[in-house]
C-alpha cells in the first residue's frame, strides 16, 4: 500500500444509524455474521472488488499492473472494529426489529442475537407531518410543553428553551400524537441529537464517527432560495423552527457535521442536497454523500440503460413499476412521500440517454415510474419495466425486466461501502459532497446551483469509484482496459 | 481530422455478402433508404456514435476535450459509395428475397425497388451436409461430373481439372440433392469465388471489396489441428477436397483474403477463427473480424452480466432460451448447426464473471442456452432469460428479461458498421484479428493458442473500439470520463 | 332452427354507436370487411362458436346430441343486414378515424374507405366536465344561450325552452369550452338525441336499432338514491339539469330507450346500472346490458382467477397493472376518470374468489389495480399481472402473466356479438338487464339493491350465455359435458 | 349424508408409495402435519371443495341447494386413518429423505420427525436402463445369481427359480450395477412386491391399501399391441423377462391390483396406459388412474387454454419451457425419459382447441414443450410459456405466462385427494379407469383403442369431478349454475 495522504484507520469507528429497520438491521447482522465467519458480505465492493493498478505510477517506466482489493490500496476501517448505534421511533432492540422485519431467516439472526439486543435505539427526532403513516413512540419531547416562540417568525426564538428538554419520553399516553407542541423546536432536536452522537462516542469509545440515514423517506421538501441556499438562513430557520422547509432529517445531518461526523442520506430526501449544507460541510471539513441508496430497479436501470445508449439504439418509451410491502413501502404509500421517492428515480435515464446530445435516438422518450404498496410480499420487492425501443430504420423492439429482488439484501452492503468510504474520504481530508460514491446512489448530488450534471451511468460510475481509490492510494488513473 | 496514416476512403466501395437473406436483405434496403433520406440507420455507430476526444493529442497541453462522430475522426466510406451484391443458393433477387423475409413492411420496400431488383445472386458454393435445412438450387457445380480425384489424400489433386468447370447451373433438374459429385471440390470452390469476385469489382467498378458472411450457421467444425493451424495444410486440405474439415465458408474467406478483400464472419462459423486463416490475413495484409453478429440475447448479455459484476453480486445460474423462426431459425434446429451456435453462445458470461478471480461470486455457477425454432414469429425472435443471484449473507434473488427482438434489425447496423470499419483497418494498414470490432461480435476471436482471452464485457468493448478510433485519427487514449 | 317465440331478423338492423374511436372503428370496418369476405371476424361468439344442443327438446327420448352454431339455434341479423351510425365529438367520418386511431393497417382499411366514409358523425352530446381531456368541438349546442332555470332546483324548467335548439354547432369559434351555458341542459340533451335516432332510422330505413356506447369513461359518479333510484327523480335530475348527478351518458341510455331501442354501455360508467333505468327499461319493454366491455386484462383475469379457485389454493394477492396509450389511455389518466374504471375492475375477484365461502382461502387477500397511460404503445395496451398464491402446508408460488393485447382488436368482436344478441333478446321479448351477456362485460350488471352478485366466472358465464341461447331457441339446458 | 351403494370408510387405509422422493415426503408430511393441526392441506380438493347438491333428488320436488363437502356427500377416509409405506431405489427414510428434498424447511419438518423416521423404503423393483441417472442400492436382488431362462422367450421360465429369491440387498459391493443378472426378472419382481404389500398390509393392520407411483418418470416404452393388448400377453412377456416391453413400473401396477389395491401413476409411464392393465383391473375389479400429476405448467395450460378457446380466439402457436433442478429434473434430462413426459405434455392443447371443429381458428397452430434441467432451483421449478394468439380480422396479440411454482407443493395435494378418491371409488364398486379423476392428471388415461378422447379442459374435468361424487352421493348431476 502506498497511501499518499490518507491518515490510518487506527481505533473503533462508530456507525450510527438513523432508523433501526429492514435495512439497518440487515446490515448490522450481516456485519456481526461476517466478521464471525458466519455469512459472507456479498455485493460490497470494499470486501470484494478488486481494482487493476500499476506498481509503478508512471506509466512509461513501464510499471506492471496488479488487480488489489480496495483495503490493499487504501488503509481501510476493520469489520472488527465497527461500533453501531442507532435512533428509531420505535424502542424494539435491534434483533427484535431485525425479526420484525423478517429479511433474514430467523436462524441467521440467531447467533448474533446477543449483540443484536445490545444495539438499543436512542429517542428519533420525529414529526409525524413528515411520515404519516409511521407511529412510533420512542421520540424525542419536550418536557413541560411550554409556549412556543410567538409567530414563529425567524430570529424570535430565544436560547432559554433548551436547558430544560430531554430526551427520553415522559410517561403520558399521549405520544407523539398528543400534541405538536410536545415535538422539540428544529434547533432543539439538533441540539439533542449532537449530544447523542457525543454521548456515544464516549460510550463506545469510539476514534471516529459516521451517521448513516437509514430511515423512511420524507414528504417532498421542494428547496427554497430564501432558506436552503446559505447557512445562515437554514441555521436561522431552524431556530425559528420553520417546520415546513426544514425537516428533521436536517437536523440529523446539522448535528452530525457539526460533531465532525461524515453523513450519509439513503433515502431520496433532499437534507444534504442543498448548498447551506454544503457551506456546513465544508466549514466543518467534513464528507457528505446522497442520495438515496441504489438497490433493484435504479441499479438495473443505471446499468441496462448504457446497453441501449451504448449501441445507439432509440428509445420512445420506459415504464417501470414496482410493489413492495415493507414498510418503506407503507410510508411511500402516501403521495406526498412517492413523491420524494419519484422525483430521484426520475432521473436517472436523462444523464444516460441524452436527448440534447442524441436528439434523433432520445429526443423524446416518455419515461414513467411507479411504486405501489402491495403488502403480501414484505421486503421482497419486485419491480417490472417495460422498454420500447426502435432499431434499423425505426422498427420497434420491447425489452421486459422482471427483478424479483429484496430491497434490504441490496441495500446491506451499500451501507456498509458508503460507511468505510465516507470514513476513509474523511481521513483523506476530502469534504463536501462525494462525487466518487455515485456508483451506490440512485439520484448522486451534485453542484445543480452551477448547471453540473449527475452521472448515472453505472459504469462511468464505476470509474470514478475506482480512479478515486486510486488517487487515495497514490496510483495513477487507469482507462480499466488491458 | 487528423488521420495518421489513414489513406482515404477514395472511389467506391464494394459489398459482396455471402446470403441473400434477411439479415443482408434489410441491411442492403437500409442502406438504400438511408442515402435517399427515406429511413435512418438507428443502431450504426458509425452513422450515431460520438467520441470524445482532445483537439490536443498531448495532455499536458491541456488540449481541450469535444464529442465527434467516427466519420470525423478517421476517413469513412460514405453511404453513396457503397455497391453491393451477393451469393444464395436461392436465386432470387434482393428485392424478392426482401418481401420474402417479411422484416420490413412492403411499402418501406418499394422505395428502392428498382436497385435492389439488380442484385441478383450468383451461384453459391454449397455443401448441403453443412446445411441439411437448406434447398436452394443456384448453387455451383461442376459441368461434366468427371472423376474425382482418387483416395482423396493430399496432394493427389492436379490442377489440370479446373479448367471446364463453370459457375451457371446446368439445366439439369436434379439439383444439388442429384448427388455430390457434381459439387465443385473446395479448391474448385475458391477459384471460382475468386473469379466471382474480380468480375464483381471490374463490373461495378470498385476500387475497394469486402466481403461478409451472413448466411447460415454451418455444422460444427471442430478445429484439427492436422490441419487448421497452418496455411499449408489448409490448401493442402481444399485441394484433397477434405469435405469434413473444410466448410464451404473456408473458401469463402480464402477467396476474400486472396483477393485483397477483408473478410468478416457474421455467423458462429470458425471458418477464419483458425490460425491458417490468420496466417493467410498475415501474407495479405488484411484485416478479418468475427464471429457471429451480436444481436439480440447476447447483446443483453453482455451488457446485463456487468451489472451483476460490477455490483459483486454472486451468481448462481444463468438461462437462456430463445424462440425464433425464420430461416435462421430453422437451420438451428438441426442439432449439428445448434452446437456451433451454442458453443459461440455460451463462451460470453465466462469471461465477464470470471470463477478464477471471484470464486465466492463466481466459482460455480450453470449457465444453459437454448434455442428453439418456433415458426409464428418469423424474424422477430424472442428470448428470456432467467438469472439467479444472490446477495448479502447468500440470500437469493431472480432477474427475468424478456427481449422481444428482431434479428435483422439489429444486425443491419452491425453489417454496416463492420464493413465501414473493416474497410477503415485495411486502408489504416491493420491487418488480421480486428480486436476492436470484438463490440459487434457474439464470439470475439482471439489467439486461442496462445491462451489469449476474448473480451466480452459491452463497456470495455466499446472503450476498445473507442481507443482505436482514436489511435488511427492520431488521438490520444481516453478514459470516457469527464 | 325451432325458434320458440322469437321475432324474425327482418329488415335492416341499425347500430347507432355513441363514440367513433378506435374500439368503433375497428368494429365497423370489420364488419364492413368481413361480409365482403376481406376479413375474419376472429372472436367473435355469434360467427364461431358452436352450442350443443340435445335435437329433441325432451331428455328421456334421447334426443341425440349436436352442435350448432348461434345462428343455427336462434334468428340473429345478417352482417348484411347492418347499417353503422355515430355521434361524436370530433368531426371526422369513420375512415379518417380509424386511420387517425392506427389501430389496422392502412392497406387494411382501404379496401372499404367508400362505405367508412359516409358515416359522418352527428354532433355529440357532451359536458367537458366529464371528460376533461378530451377537445372536440362536434357537439351540440344551444343557438342563443338563454338564460337558464333559476335555481336548477327541480321542477322549475319549463318545456318551452326546447323549441329553438337545433343540433348544429354554430360557426363560432368558442367551442365547447367558449361557455357552459352553451351547452344543452341534460333534458334538452335527450331530445336532440331522441331526434337523431329518429332522421337515423328513417334515412337508412332500418327495422330496429340498436345504441353502443363505444365512447371514453366518463368521471366517476356516485350513485345517489334521491336521483337514481326511481324513473320519476331522474326525468326531475334531467329537467333541472342536474350537472352534477345526470352523466351525458344517461341522456344516450334515455333517448334510446325512449326510442325502443336496446342499449348497451361498453364503458364502466354507471349510466344504466342504477334502478331509474331499469324501470325505465323496463316500462319500454326493452333489454339494456352493461357494462364495460369484457378485453384484456379482465378477461384474462376472469378465466384465470377460476384456476386458483377450482384447484383450491390460496391467494394472498393480486396486482394488476397496465400500460396504454390510446385516447381511452388519456381519459383514464385523469384521477376522476380512472376511479370509474377502477371500481368496474376490482370487483371480478371478489365474486369468483369468495372470502366468505372459503375463509382460509380467500378470506385476506390483496388485490390492486393500476392503469398508467403510456403513449408509445398507442392502442396496444398490455398488462402485467402479478398473483401470489399459496398451496400445500401454505408455502408460497408466484405467476405473472403478460398480456400484449390490443385493446380495440378484444373489443371489436364483442361489440358485435352484443349487437346482435341485444337485437335477438328484444325480438324474444326480454326486457331490463340481460345477465346471460355478463360474458362480455367486465363488470356485469347486477341488481344490487336485492344483494344480487354479478357473476365473473368466465366458464359460468359462458354456460349462462349458452343456456340462454338454448332457451330462446327453444331447447333444454345442458351441462356442456359429454 | 346418503351414500347409494358406497361402503363405509371402516378402518385404516394403507398407502403404499413407489418412491421416497421429493413428492411422496411432501405428502406424507402435510398429511401427518395437518391432522395434528400444525399445517393445512391448501390445495386439496377433498380437504377444501364443496359441491352443490340438490337436497332431494328428484328436482320435479324442488329440492332445496347446498354446497358440501366431498366428506359430506360421500364416505372419505379420514386423514387420522391413513398409514404410509413406501419403497425406493435409496435407503433413507422419510425423513432424511425430506430433509435431503429441500422442499419443506427443516422447522417444518421436525415436529413430526419421529412418525417419519419409522417410514423406511423396502427394496425397490428397479431396473437402471429405465432411469439411468438414478444410482441407488436399496433394490430387489436374485441372492445367489442364477443361469436366466434360456432365450428370454415365452414361456421356458419355471417357478421354481422364486423359492431362493429375497428381498434385502446383500452385503456384496456391486449393487445394481454389478451386473443386470443380479436384477430379478419382471415376474419375480411382481411376487416380491405383491409380497411387500401383504406384509404391509398385515403388519400395520390395514383394512385396505392403495398404491401409488410418485417416483420418476421412466423411459418411453412405445405401446406393443403384441404384449400389451391383452393380460396373457403381458403375462407372458413378465415370465419371459422381456425387459425391453416391460417396465418396472407395470411390475409394481400388476403386483397390486393383483393384491386387490388401487393403483395410480403419477408419472407420465405408460404403465396403467394398455388394454392389458385394463384387462386386470377389471378382472380384479380394481380402480385405476393416471397418468402424471397435473401440476404447474400443465395445470396453467389446462385452465388457460379454455379462455382462448371460450372467446373464440384464433391460435398461431403456444411455447412452453420450464426449468427445474431436482431429481425429476435430473432423470428428465436423459432424452429418452423426457420423450415419456414430453408425449404427455404434448397432448393438452389438443383436445381443448381442436383445429377439426374450428379450423379457421385452431387449424394451425405449432405447439412445443421444453424441459431443461437447471440445478439451481432445486424443487422450485419455473415454467414460462409464450402463447401467440390472434383476435379481429387476424391481428396478432401475445401472451406470456411465467410460473415460479414448486413442484412438490402442488402434487401433494393431488397424492392425497387420489389415494382418497381411489379409495372411495374401490368402496363405489367402481373399476377400471376412472375418468372423473382425470382434474388430477396431465394426461387422462382413456380408451385410446375405441378412438375415445380424453378430457384436458379443466373446467370439464371439475365438473365430471363434481358430478360423480353426486353420484357416488346419491344426487343428481347439476348444471353449476345458480
Redesign the interface.
Known amino acids: 500500500m502506498k497511501n499518499a495522504n490518507v491518515k490510518p484507520a487506527a481505533g473503533r469507528l462508530g456507525i450510527l444509524i438513523v432508523g433501526n429497520g429492514a435495512v439497518a438491521t440487515?446490515f448490522v447482522t450481516?456485519v456481526l455474521?461476517a466478521r464471525r465467519g458466519l455469512?459472507?458480505?456479498?455485493?460490497?465492493?470494499t470486501?470484494?472488488?478488486?481494482v487493476r493498478v500499476k506498481t509503478s505510477p508512471n506509466p512509461s517506466e513501464g510499471g506492471e499492473k496488479c488487480?488489489l482489493h480496495y483495503g490493499e490500496i487504501v488503509p481501510l476501517a476493520k469489520l472488527d472494529d465497527l461500533v453501531f448505534g442507532c435512533w428509531d421511533v420505535y424502542p424494539q432492540n435491534a434483533y427484535q426489529a431485525a425479526i420484525y422485519a423478517e429479511?433474514?431467516r430467523k436462524e441467521?439472526i440467531d447467533p448474533v442475537r446477543d449483540e443484536l439486543e445490545q444495539i438499543v435505539p436512542m429517542t428519533a427526532a420525529f414529526d409525524k407531518d413528515y411520515a404519516k403513516r409511521l407511529d412510533g413512540t420512542n421520540v424525542k419531547r419536550r418536557p413541560t410543553p411550554q409556549p412556543l416562540p410567538s409567530g414563529r417568525g425567524i430570529d424570535t426564538i430565544s436560547a432559554d428553551n433548551f436547558g430544560e428538554i430531554g430526551q427520553y419520553s415522559p410517561p403520558c399516553e399521549g405520544g407523539a400524537r398528543g400534541g405538536s407542541d410536545l415535538i422539540p423546536t428544529r434547533w432543539e432536536m439538533v441540539e439533542l441529537l449532537r449530544e447523542d452522537i457525543r454521548r456515544f462516542k464516549a460510550e463506545k469509545k469510539c476514534d471516529r464517527v459516521v451517521v448513516l440515514w437509514a430511515a423512511s423517506t420524507e414528504i417532498y421538501v421542494p428547496v427554497d432560495k430564501e432558506v436552503h441556499y446559505s447557512l445562515e438562513t437554514l441555521e436561522a430557520a431552524m431556530k425559528a423552527d420553520d417546520r415546513k422547509r426544514i425537516a428533521p432529517s436536517m437536523c440529523y445531518a446539522y448535528a452530525a457535521l457539526s460533531e465532525g461526523c461524515p453523513f450519509i442520506m439513503g433515502a431520496p430526501n433532499t437534507t444534504v442536497d442543498i448548498p447551506a449544507m454544503w457551506e456546513l460541510a465544508e466549514k466543518m471539513h467534513m464528507p457528505i454523500a446522497g442520495k438515496d441508496f441504489k438497490t433493484g430497479q435504479t441499479?438495473?436501470k443505471s446499468?441496462?440503460a448504457?446497453?441501449i445508449g451504448?449501441?445507439?439504439?432509440?428509445l420512445?418509451?420506459w415504464?417501470s413499476?414496482n410493489?413492495l410491502g415493507n414498510r418503506d413501502g407503507l410510508v411511500l404509500d402516501e403521495p406526498a412521500n412517492f413523491h420524494t421517492k419519484e422525483v430521484s428515480k426520475l432521473s436517472t435515464l436523462e444523464t444516460i440517454l441524452r436527448g440534447d446530445?442524441?436528439p434523433?435516438?432520445y429526443g423524446d422518450?416518455?419515461h414513467?415510474v411507479?411504486i405501489?404498496y402491495?403488502?403480501?410480499?414484505n421486503d421482497n420487492k419486485?419491480s417490472?419495466d417495460?422498454i420500447?425501443i426502435?432499431?434499423?430504420?425505426?422498427?420497434p423492439?420491447?425489452?421486459?425486466?422482471?427483478?424479483?429482488?429484496?430491497d434490504?439484501?441490496?441495500a446491506?452492503?451499500v451501507c456498509l461501502d458508503l460507511c468505510l468510504l465516507m470514513d476513509l474520504a474523511a481521513r483523506a481530508g476530502r469534504w463536501g459532497t462525494q462525487r466518487f460514491l455515485s456508483f451506490f446512489l440512485k439520484s448522486p448530488m451534485h453542484d445543480y446551483t452551477q448547471g453540473e450534471l449527475p452521472?448515472n451511468h453505472?459504469?462511468?460510475q464505476?470509474?470514478?469509484l475506482r480512479?478515486a481509490l486510486r488517487e487515495m492510494g497514490g496510483y495513477e488513473?487507469?482507462?480499466?482496459?488491458?
Open positions: 440487515t450481516g455474521l455469512g459472507k458480505p456479498i455485493g460490497s465492493m470486501q470484494y472488488d478488486k488487480y429479511v433474514l441467521d441499479l438495473v446499468g441496462f448504457p446497453i451504448t449501441r445507439c439504439l432509440a420512445d418509451g415504464f413499476t410493489i446530445e442524441q434523433e435516438l422518450y416518455y414513467k411507479r405501489n402491495y403488502p403480501p410480499r419486485e417490472w417495460n420500447d426502435r432499431g434499423w430504420l425505426g422498427y423492439m420491447q425489452i421486459k425486466i422482471n427483478f424479483l429482488c429484496r434490504s439484501i441490496l446491506a452492503p452521472v453505472l459504469y462511468q464505476h470509474t470514478m480512479n488513473p487507469d482507462e480499466e482496459m488491458d
